[in-house]
């Protein structure tokens, strides 16, 4: 029966796409004298509501050229826009704001896919260690977080100081490849303050304590509450999970409505890095909220965590607050 109502479900949207969503668009230019594209534009204001409807219509079109619009060079993209008006016969002269509009809008589009491509080779290339630009960053993100620590040498369990698992940090990169230390050395370098922090309470071990000294009992009820929830967790590790979240919501393009309004036009790496320094705080004080036994529930807060970030990026007017500084980051509602 469900498997029936599968079906029929599936039937009826098809027919809403193919037959009556085509006739209400006939009916709308008509009555406006706009084509689907014009009324898009002139009805939402930029950013991820307007560029996702104009994403969605160029997808769904019948013509080819409106369906490659979405894969252009960015180079291509205004001769593109130049060909869209010519074929939707739209004079440039008495609708110059249309031709801005559709500009911004598809440079986002064929940017997020640049983005994607990007990222997704960063993530590819594995850590090598017979790389001097990749033990070049490993040692500056060594000196970022322990400045006043000298390293004793490659290898060393110094390096779980920071929060790897073993002696040679190179192991802990495979999942997310060169991508996690761009973002960690990243953080490390462009919010030193906030990541320091980080890691200092991340070293903290966890403890519940019903006893206080006598000089606490006059501070906040906050601050009492977070001496009773100390962190412990691998920073590095957690750093490169994290990495790991930031990837599945730019590939599953959940993070479009993020990078459509915080990005003027084409969304690139800096935008990427950003949104990761912005979870690894949010992730922190999720951490604390959770007040988790032990790092074994990691994978559960992890998932939880997630979960919530998805449920604000549904929202077309959500944005990650667009500051590198993780101390100021924040969700902000446009």
């Not at 534009?41 to 490659?68: D, F, M, P, V, W």
Request: net charge positive; charged share 25%.
């Amino acid at each position: 029966m469900k498997h029936f109502l599968r079906v029929v479900t599936q039937f009826f949207v098809f027919l809403y796409c193919k037959c009556l969503w085509r006739g209400l668009k006939f009916v709308a230019r008509k009555f406006t004298g706009r084509c689907e594209l014009q009324r898009i534009c002139y009805n939402n204001k930029h950013g991820a509501r307007r560029t996702l409807k104009i994403e969605s219509s160029l997808r769904y079109s019948k013509n080819e050229l409106l369906q490659s619009a979405l894969s252009v060079h960015p180079d291509k993209v205004e001769k593109t826009i130049d060909d869209i008006m010519a074929l939707k016969k739209i004079n440039p002269d008495t609708n110059p704001q249309l031709g801005i509009s559709l500009q911004a809008s598809l440079l986002q589009i064929v940017g997020y896919r640049s983005l994607v491509a990007e990222v997704e080779k960063l993530r590819r290339e594995p850590y090598d260690c017979e790389n001097p630009e990749h033990e070049e960053m490993l040692m500056k993100l060594w000196k970022e977080l322990r400045p006043d620590t000298p390293l004793t040498g490659r290898i060393s369990k110094q390096w779980c100081e920071i929060g790897f698992q073993g002696s040679d940090p190179k192991t802990d990169f495979r999942g997310m490849g060169l991508l996690g230390l761009h973002n960690l050395l990243y953080f490390a370098e462009h919010d030193k303050a906030t990541a320091l922090q980080m890691l200092h309470d991340s070293l903290q071990p966890k403890h519940k304590s019903t006893h206080r000294k006598p000089s606490e009992v006059n501070k906040p009820e906050w601050e009492q509450k977070n001496l009773d929830k100390a962190i412990g967790y691998s920073f590095a590790i957690v750093g490169i999970n994290i990495t790991d979240l930031a990837y599945s919501l730019l590939v599953s393009g959940a993070l479009k409505t993020h990078l459509y309004n915080v990005a003027p036009e084409m969304p690139i790496l800096l935008h990427f890095q950003q949104t990761f320094c912005y979870l690894m705080q949010e992730f922190h004080r999720f951490w604390i909220e959770e007040d988790p036994s032990d790092i074994m529930e990691f994978n559960r807060v992890r998932s939880k965590f997630h979960r919530r970030i998805l449920r604000q990026l549904k929202n077309p007017d959500m944005a990650l607050c667009p500051h590198f500084s993780a101390s100021d980051l924040h969700l902000v509602n446009l």
